[in-house]
């Protein structure tokens, strides 16, 4: 599959509202068990990837893993951006199968 096919998923959910981008937001978004699929680049610092790896292996949120972080940012139409959280089963799944 194309590599932007999940870019524009990734698009189309975050202008349904369903996304939220920032490790903080992110780490909130999983406490509370909203997130549904967690987007990490692959670039991001080794103390990020641990703290959000860590949370979703606690919560069990699954984690999926993209090429950099300008890419993520492109994809929702902002700066770069290192991790992302979806908040939509359905886009989550999707988002799944394009990663996979």
Sequence with gaps: MSDHQWMSLLGLANRARKVISGEELTVKQIRSGNAK??????????????????????????????????????????????????????FAKKLVTLLD
Excluded at 42 to 63: G, M, Q, W
Excluded at 64 to 88: P, T
């Design 37 to 90: 699929l967690i987007l990490l680049s692959a670039d991001a610092s080794r103390n990020t990837a641990k703290k959000i790896t860590d949370k979703c292996n606690s919560y069990e949120v699954p984690l999926k893993f993209v090429e950099n972080r300008h890419l993520l940012g492109q994809a929702i139409g902002k700066e770069a951006r290192v991790v992302v959280a979806v908040m939509d089963d359905g």
